[in-house]
Structure formats: C-alpha cells, structure tokens
C-alpha cells in the first residue's frame, strides 16, 4: 500500500493534483536574535485563506509547508487550515539551520541517531501532543555554502530517519553548489537519492551543477519562482527559463520540481505580492509559449511531487 501523509491524514497519492512542494501557510524569522529585517508571513487566518482560495481557483490542489521548529512550525494551525481551505496540506520535519535551529533541540549536543529517532516518533506518532504526522523531512538546510558540524548532524540524522520511515526529504540550499554537499552525506547513509529534492536550486544557476544533481539520481526543484526581494530575482528569471529548457530537451522533466517558497507577507497578493498563483498563472504560460508541453508541465507539477511524496508502507 502507498500512501501521502496529510496533515488530516493519509490520502491515495492519485489525490494530490497540482502540488506546491516548498511552500508556507505561516512563519517568522525576524525574531532570531541578530536578525532585523522583519521577515515573516503572517498567522492572519483571514488573509491567508483568501490566498489559498485563489491557488484553488487556479486548479491548485495540494501544498507542502516546510515551516519547522525555531520558525513558528503549529500543527494545530495546518490542520485548521487544511480544514478550511480544503487543499491537502503535507507538514514537514526536521530542523532549518544553524542559526535557527531551537535551543531546546540541542543539536550541537545530541547524537546523530538520537536526533533521528525523534524524527521517526514524530513521523509515527505525530508531532509533540498532536496527532499531526509529518509528511515529508525538512527542509533541512545550510547557513553557507558549506554544512557546519551541526548541519551535517542533522543531515545525518535526516537520512536515517527517512531511510526508517520512508519519507523523502526536501533542502535548502542557496546561492551554491552545496546541494552536492548535502547529497554526498545522503549517500554516505545509504539513503536513495531519488528520495531527495535539492531546494531554490534556482538561487544557483549553473546547468553543470544541475546536471551533477540529476546525474546522481537527486531531484532539483525551482522553488524562488515570483520572487521579488533582490535584482536578481526580479530580473534573473529568463535565465532560469533558459536553464529550464535546456534540462527538458535533454529530457529531464521527471527530475524537477517547482515552487514559489511564500514566506513573506510581501509576496501575498492582498500587498502587492503575487501569492501562491504565479506558477500557475504566469510561469506556466510563458513555459507554454515557449514550446514546452502540457506532458512535461504535468509531469513537474504533478507526478514528480507525488513521486517525492508517496510513501510505501
């Protein structure tokens, strides 16, 4: 039997539909200490719902919100969403990185497999006194473009737990090829890098890179689509196209992912933003137009985060 963890419970895979796979329905990072840049996506209930009213209106069906503990993770929240928005909400786990990672976890003194065996109870038995079960690890990430002694415990621990239990786990990695990084310890702990997503692989665009990921059998996901925060992002998106294409002509749509990474109340329609829709309204389109299939289209947005979401029981 196979199975997607939902935050209301299990689904059949075939249920998913169109899925965000590096989304987030509420987080804060600005209350970190040394950090003073205000970033957060609000917990107004209202407001977000109206936001995922519209992914549904553009045929949206499922989301993954990968806020973990130190950045506001609230099962209770998830589940009231997913109740009220109607969309399959997946949860994630794990720990973000070091400079958010919780006090109370105590990464830089537990060990590996101790860190990983909280993972599994929480994947088997919900998070803390919830019934809510995670669906997904991470996303589990770097500081830098290279993993700290507690980054990679975590990484570590990550892959075990996902090799227990099933689940694939999702990254963050940014502006660097660490995403190898990351991956050379996957391996290292037997875990099967088609169970991997390298994530906002497009904060990185280098196609010799891209192709190292695909190459060793990991999954890259595009998931800073929309985003407006830096010139770069404003004004770098026909590059990642290029490099889009690219990968489909050489034929690999089944290894990429994409998303847009809503984590900021700037990039909510109702200020300004373009919310959980640019994918499909936009991005889409101009993929579309420039010749790539509904087959390929499909593929990324459909079966590929089932695929990453699917657990064999």
């Known amino acids: ?10 689904i059949d895979p075939s249920d998913l539909g169109v899925t965000l796979p590096h989304e ?49 993770r609230d099962p209770a929240w998830l589940k009231q969403i997913a109740e009220a928005s109607g969309l399959h909400i997946v949860m994630g786990c794990g720990w973000y990185r070091t ?23 929480d994947i088997e038995e919900g998070v803390a006194d919830s019934d809510v079960r995670p ?45 190898l990084a990351q991956l050379r310890i996957f391996d290292e702990e037997g875990l099967a890098p088609g169970r991997v997503a390298i994530g906002h692989s497009d904060s990185y665009p280098v196609l010799d890179h891209y192709l190292e990921i695909i190459r060793r059998g990991a999954s890259i996901e595009f998931d800073f689509l929309g985003m407006m ?14 490099l889009l294409l690219e990968l489909l002509a050489r034929g690999h749509a089944d290894r990429i992912l994409l998303s847009q990474d809503v984590c900021n109340d700037a990039q909510l329609h109702r200020y300004g933003g373009r919310g959980y829709t640019y994918l499909a309204e936009r991005f889409l389109p101009r993929l579309r137009s420039a010749g790539v299939s509904d087959a390929d289209i499909e593929t990324m947005t459909i079966a590929n985060p089932r695929r990453l979401l699917t657990i064999a029981e």
Request: hydrophobic share 40%; net charge negative; with cysteine.
């Open 1 to 10: 039997m196979t199975y997607v963890q939902t935050v209301l419970g299990p």
């Open 99 to 121: 400079a958010y990672y919780p006090p109370e976890a105590r990464i830089d003194r537990r060990s590996v497999d101790d860190l990983a065996d909280e993972l599994v109870r």
């Open 24 to 72: 987030h329905t509420q987080c804060a990072l600005w209350h970190i200490e040394n950090r003073w840049d205000y970033w957060q996506l609000t917990r107004d209930e209202p407001v977000i719902l109206a936001e995922l009213e519209r992914f549904r209106e553009a045929r949206g069906r499922s989301l993954v919100d990968l806020t973990l503990p130190g950045i506001g």
């Open 135 to 179: 669906g997904i690890i991470g996303e589990i990430g770097t500081d830098k473009p290279w993993l700290s002694p507690a980054e990679e415990r975590v990484h570590r621990a990550a892959a075990r737990a996902a090799r227990r239990t099933g689940l694939s786990i999702t990254t963050h990695s940014v502006l660097s090829p660490v995403g």
């Open 229 to 242: 925060f830096t010139a770069v992002e404003r004004r770098g998106e026909e590059r990642i196209v290029e």
